[in-house]
């Protein structure tokens, strides 16, 4: 089942080169959508440039919002938060949908 989760993250400090590039890899390889929002800057994780242009712009002392879609969310959600365990000091999950193969959603 498709599952859509948002949650909010509150990083202590910038997530390094390393820790973007896995991420990075582990959506690029898996069958996942990971979306990053702060104000007017948005990435999609899939896009290299895009996600670097995110880490070169955002603001560490507010937090920013992670979309995560796809196929049980919360193993992806896990594997992120121990890619870049260091650096996050909260995190929370906004919203949670299961859509059904008989239900659409529009955003």
Known sequence: MEQLTSYQV???KQIDME???NIHHFIVDSSY???LYQDH???DVRNLPKLLSFFF???TDRPLVMIIDGK???????KIMNICEEPIE???VRRFHEAHRDQTILV
């Open 72 to 78: 049980d969310v919360q193993y992806a959600y896990q």
């Open 10 to 12: 509150q990083l202590k």
């Open 57 to 59: 712009y955002y603001n």
């Open 90 to 92: 909260n995190c929370v």
């Open 33 to 35: 959508d990971l979306y």
């Open 19 to 21: 820790e973007v590039m």
């Open 41 to 43: 800057l948005i990435a």
